[in-house]
Structures are given as C-alpha cells and as structure tokens.
C-alpha cells in the first residue's frame, strides 16, 4: 500500500505562484507513476501533470509553459505553478500507479485547495 498526503495549497492573486508537495509512504518502491489531478467546483477531475518511471512529463494544455511536475526523491512529488490564473481554481490530487501512467492510479492523496483570486 501507498499513503499519499497533499500540501502547499492556499489562496494566491493571478499571476502568482504556488508549490504544490505530495508526500508517499508506504511501499513507494511499487510506484511507476505519479501525477497531480484538479477538480474544480462543478466540473470533472482532470489531470493536469504526470511523471512516469523512466521520466516523461506529461501536462495538460491548459498548464503547459506555467506548471512543472517533478520528483527529486522518489518520496516528494513538486507541482511547480507560476503564472496563476483565476481558473487553476481547484481541489489538487496527487496520485500514484504501479505501472506505466495510462494504465491509470491506484493510489491517491486527499487533496489540497488552490484558490486563484482575479
């Protein structure tokens, strides 16, 4: 099993920045894949940033050239967000899989509120 625990959400103006961190514990040797995820009220869960195993970043295009996913340790998944705009309003998920990303998550965290003001 794999414990996922979000943090560093909060309230930013647009036009800032926040860094989003996701702790794992557990048998983090089983993770392949981890992810960031965001739903916004009223709307689906998309996902906004993924790592896979052998290093490829994925992102979604409405946070390409703003957001960076990155995991220096295998523990600690970054989400990097500059350039905040009101719509990255959201509940932010990380989440992990055992294998490859497209295969999808088996684990996620509880989430942590990111709150974009105009």
């Known amino acids: 099993q794999v414990q996922l625990v979000e943090s560093g959400g909060g309230s930013v103006q647009a036009g800032g920045s926040l860094t989003l961190s996701c702790a794992a514990s557990?048998?983090?040797?089983?993770?392949?894949?981890m992810a960031w995820f965001r739903q916004a009220p009223g709307k689906e869960r998309e996902k906004v940033a993924s790592?896979?195993?052998?290093?490829?970043a994925t992102y979604a295009d409405s946070v390409k050239g703003r957001f960076t996913i990155s995991r220096d340790k295998a523990e600690i998944l970054d989400l990097q967000m500059d350039t905040l705009r009101p719509e990255d309003t959201a509940m932010y998920y990380c989440?992990?899989?055992?294998?490859?990303?497209?295969?999808?998550?088996?684990?996620w965290g509880k989430g942590t509120l990111v709150t974009v003001s105009s």
């Open positions: 790592l896979d195993g052998d290093g490829t």
């Open positions: 557990g048998y983090i040797e089983s993770i392949h894949c």
């Open positions: 989440a992990a899989g055992r294998s490859w990303c497209h295969f999808g998550m088996q684990y």
